[in-house]
């Protein structure tokens, strides 16, 4: 019988680069799994579980993936899922469920479970980078007091900085010309994501992260490229209503959306950050986008039908009114938009020649150069 191996990592930083240590010990750990004839026990859930199933895909090693199952979707469909998000080899490629119920409802519960089944089904275990006094150590050391082999090989004590994810915008360098420039626009911002783009595989997006050494390939003005070259906006269902999805403008000008760009610790991520695309308000109502209006939400059934897309509950915790918000249900197209009618808006006048590799129209920065340029 071929021995399992599991590939230990904890918890990692929201925005990994390719020179990592852990990354790069982790790719190295799957090579020699795969070359000793190994069968890795992998998960999904986290990049730390996540990244090990990227490698053995790459590297066509035999795997075991561990995933919750979703008692309204069949086995098929969630293992159809996750063999297109990370282009597994059915022949190489078999699978354990964790049920649903309290521990798709609970994070932390199947995160447990996942641990626990991977070391029991393992017989070598193979740590490296496992943070000390954490879950994992206690797990392993456990492990080795119960007869398991582990094999410190590629084990690092060197964790990957947890990077600063927070962007603050200095007021003071802020162009006041950007706005006059701008007019009466409706504004798109976008922001880093921590994970895969809409629309963008699992294998894509650690396979970005891998060949990148020196920078997260994911950040907002990376965002801004993808968006200019796909020509479209991706509709998202974040903090919406159930089954709506949609695309958010801001009809603040820039200098004033600066102030609402804040780090929200709850959801370990920027409101939106200083790269967007901004419209015309006058084409709004020709392209769909209808402004938002805000309420308690019991007023949502009192509300005709074709309006209750475009409500938005005040909230308990923040206050959305000052985004001054529209919305388009359903992906926008900007092959709508004419070209001069369609600005980019970056950061730092280095962040131009980025823009322009892909976007031939106007492109503003939020920061003047030197000679109080902000559009090249």
Not at 51 to 77: C, H, K, Q, W
Not at 154 to 178: G, H, M, N, W, Y
Not at 219 to 225: G, I, P
């Amino acid at each position: 019988m071929d021995k399992r191996a599991v590939i230990l990592n904890s918890r990692q930083s929201l925005q990994p680069r390719g020179a990592d240590r852990w990354i790069v010990q982790t790719r190295r750990a799957v090579r020699y799994a795969k070359s000793r004839g190994y069968t890795l026990v992998t998960s999904v859930g986290m990049s730390a579980w996540e990244m090990t199933l990227y490698f053995a895909s790459r590297f066509g090693a035999r795997r075991e993936v561990i995933v919750p199952r979703d008692e309204n979707a069949e086995p098929d469909e969630i293992r159809s899922f996750w063999t297109a998000q990370f282009r597994l080899d059915d022949k190489l490629t078999g699978w354990h469920e964790i049920p649903r119920g309290r521990i798709a409802r609970d994070r932390a519960v199947f995160q447990k479970t996942r641990d626990r089944m991977a070391l029991e089904r393992a017989e070598i275990i193979l740590p490296v980078d496992i943070r000390s006094g954490g879950n994992l150590e206690g797990r392993l050391f456990r492990a080795e007091r119960a007869g398991k082999t582990i094999d410190r090989t590629f084990r690092t004590v060197q964790t990957a900085p947890e990077r600063t994810c927070k962007i603050v915008v200095d007021s003071s360098r802020l162009s006041p010309e950007t706005d006059s420039r701008l007019g009466d626009a409706l504004v798109h911002w976008t922001r880093t994501c921590h994970g895969p783009w809409p629309g963008e595989t699992r294998y894509d997006y650690y396979h970005a992260v891998a060949s990148n050494a020196d920078r997260y390939p994911r950040r907002a003005l990376d965002t801004l490229c993808r968006i200019l070259t796909e020509r479209r906006l991706r509709a998202s269902p974040r903090h919406l209503r159930r089954g709506l999805r949609a695309v958010a403008f801001s009809a603040l000008p820039p200098t004033d959306a600066v102030g609402l760009m804040k780090w929200r610790a709850r959801y370990r991520e920027m409101t939106f950050e200083p790269y967007g695309l901004a419209i015309e308000r006058s084409l709004a109502e020709k392209l769909k986008i209808r402004r938002v209006f805000y309420g308690n939400p019991d007023m949502y059934d009192y509300l005709e039908p074709e309006n209750r897309d475009y409500f938005q509950n005040l909230g308990r915790v923040g206050d959305w009114m000052p985004e001054r918000e529209y919305r388009h249900l359903g992906d926008f197209e900007l092959e709508s938009i004419p070209g001069d009618r369609l600005t980019a808006i970056v950061l730092q006048p280095e962040d131009i020649d980025t823009i322009r590799r892909v976007h031939s129209g106007s492109v503003l920065a939020l920061y003047a150069d030197k000679q109080g340029n902000i559009s090249i």
